[in-house]
């Protein structure tokens, strides 16, 4: 995956342990950073409980974890 940052915004914070696992098979070992935020409304849209931001790297190589 491309995508080195990713946000998540919740209503309810709870709901991120069922979001995680998902997140983890969706970008294996190489996963993005991650910020869950949980807000009053994380979607202009009624009924959304849940919505993300994502960068992506778009350079010709993969991106470098940095460690530290």
Known sequence: SRVVHLT???DDIEVFTKIAPMLERAFGKQRPAL???EVARPAPIDGVSVSATAIAWTGADLPKRITG
């Open 35 to 37: 910020y869950a935020v």
């Open 8 to 10: 998540v915004f919740v």
